[in-house]
């Protein structure tokens, strides 16, 4: 649940740039739905390769992390009653 905590941690970082409250633990499915939606975003072609800055290998050491992030994030759900949706981009 490394990587779930991590990408919580830094999706933190980037909202409190804009003022907006933390995702904690115990996560409700509200917090499910954001950071599903950020997933989807994170995994989109033009993010996960920043637009073409990145190696192919950096690429895909991103990519295995949220596809990490959304395996643990989906335990989560299952062990918690929370409704998961595989992001699209998997």
Known sequence: M????NFIDNNNRWIALFNKQGITFP??????????NTLDSNLSPENLHCDGEISHAEAGRKYRFYAQVARELEA???????????PMEL
């Open 27 to 36: 996560l409700t499915q509200s917090n499910v739905d954001d950071l599903l």
């Open 2 to 5: 490394q990587n779930l905590k």
């Open 76 to 86: 989560y759900c299952a062990k918690n009653n929370l409704n998961y949706q595989e």
